[in-house]
């Protein structure tokens, strides 16, 4: 099936450090989210996002809805050791349905 | 429950036999969602329901997957002659519409296991 393109596919920092990560598709979306899973869990909602050039922050996390409606970042400040987990971009096209999941980003911090 | 549940959370079956997976969705919430989770990937859309009937089954593999939610709540998942290939974590999703908005809550999922 079709899937984003995700990036960085891993990353390995050290708390205290922000982290960058992004996605992008070759086909336009109507609403931009992002996930964090953690093992043996479903993925858990951080940040949705549904307009272009949108830029939304929940704490430490802040993402942006890319201007083209083709890509979308997120960021974490300040990162701590309970950030660890697979973050997982999405996309919708429509206004409703099923989603479309990029690869995923494994991060993973060294206190 | 608060959230989506899901059962059981493991099965292990031989190559060849049926399965039924179960998804829980939050109360009140009318769209269900059913994704299949490969190691190392990222959810692949498989089945959505808006009450009973499937609005959109363009994500199942073949046909012998099929999922129902006959009273618009609990759904299940059915698969028929499992194959190895279809070893993955199977996750469920309800939102509280289908609409703008009404974003997706997953279960836990259940990890299948085809020896």
């Known amino acids: 099936g079709q899937q984003l393109n995700q990036s960085p596919q891993s990353m390995f920092i050290q708390e205290g450090e922000d982290v960058s990560m992004n996605c992008t598709s070759s086909?336009?979306?109507?609403?931009w989210l992002w996930y964090k899973q953690d093992p043996g869990e479903g993925p858990v909602l951080l940040i949705a996002?549904?307009?272009?050039?949108e830029l939304t922050s929940n704490g430490r996390l802040t993402a942006q809805f890319g201007i083209t409606r083709k890509d979308s970042f997120l960021n974490i400040s300040a990162s701590i050791p309970s950030d660890v987990g697979i973050y997982f971009c999405?996309?919708?096209?429509?206004?409703?349905?099923?989603?479309?999941f990029g690869k995923g980003t494994k991060l993973s911090v060294k206190p | 429950g608060a959230g989506v549940s899901q059962t059981p959370s493991n099965k292990v079956t031989e190559k060849g036999k049926y399965v039924e997976l179960r998804c829980d969705p939050i109360?009140?919430?009318?769209?269900l969602y059913w994704y299949r989770q490969s190691l190392g990937q990222g959810p692949e859309f498989l089945i959505y329901?808006?009450?009973?009937?499937?609005?959109?089954d363009s994500g199942l593999p073949n046909d012998r997957f099929f999922a129902v939610r006959p009273e618009g709540s609990v759904s299940t998942l059915k698969i028929q002659r499992t194959e190895r290939g279809d070893s993955a974590v199977y996750l469920c999703?309800?939102?509280?519409?289908?609409?703008?908005?009404?974003?997706?809550?997953f279960g836990p999922g259940t990890r299948l296991t085809v020896l």
């Open positions: 999703a309800s939102s509280l519409g289908s609409g703008v908005y009404n974003e997706q809550f």
């Open positions: 086909s336009i979306f109507n609403t």
């Open positions: 996002l549904y307009k272009a050039g």
């Open positions: 999405a996309g919708r096209g429509g206004s409703q349905g099923n989603l479309i």
């Open positions: 109360s009140g919430h009318t769209a």
């Open positions: 329901f808006q009450g009973t009937g499937a609005a959109d």
